[in-house]
């Protein structure tokens, strides 16, 4: 059960689709830092940058900074709106000697 507020129905999401739709997907950079802190900047889309203390946080506060480019109300932000069925989660990590 729950509340339907038929978040595809509404013109933002609807544009937001369509954006990611024409980019194939919204990529990031994610640093982490010695302290624990990181960073995630897009690297196809300008504007969108985010960060925190808690690696355990890096999908969510991504999510968070998507909606919040498009403009996308609280209440509309469902996760299934940024994923397709089954799509996993890819992080690559660069390892330097």
């Not at 689709?17 to 950079?29: N, P, S, T, V």
């Not at 969108?48 to 609280?74: C, H, M």
Request: net charge negative.
């Amino acid at each position: 059960m729950g509340i339907d507020f038929h978040e595809n129905d509404n013109p933002q999401v609807i544009a937001m689709k369509r954006e990611i739709e024409k980019l194939g997907k919204i990529e990031f950079k994610i640093e982490q830092y010695p302290d624990g802190s990181w960073t995630a900047e897009s690297t196809n889309l300008d504007g969108i940058i985010t960060g925190g203390t808690n690696t355990q946080d890096i999908s969510a506060t991504i999510k968070d900074a998507v909606f919040t480019y498009f403009e996308i109300p609280p209440h509309l932000c469902v996760d299934s709106l940024l994923r397709r069925d089954n799509e996993p989660v890819t992080m690559r990590q660069n390892v330097y000697a």
